[in-house]
């Protein structure tokens, strides 16, 4: 069973920088890829980005594209969202999700393992 651990978020300024992280433990396939959601006060899981494992490829959602940056370490099993620009809209908890299958999906419910969030605010 793969458990996902978040970290990294916190309280900052419209503008300002963080790096969340997020440690894949017990990871048994070396296909597949990992996302970041987020979700906001009353508002739908929402996709931020996702990553293959294998190769570099990448995809975005447009609220984030040029702002935020996903990357891996995959020797180390840990996924990194730079997120540059913050914004109050970017407010949210922030979760780390894994997928075992090809692609790189863009909805919640292709992941099939989630980490419990973290807590990302941007105040104006």
Known sequence: QVQLVESGG???QAGDSLRLSCTALRRTFDSGAMGWFRQAPGKERAFVATIRWSGSSTYYADSVKGRFTISKDAAKNMVYLQMNSLKPEDTAVYYCAAVSSFGLPSW???YEYWGQGTQVTVSS
């Open 10 to 12: 916190g309280l900052v």
């Open 108 to 110: 919640a419910s292709a």
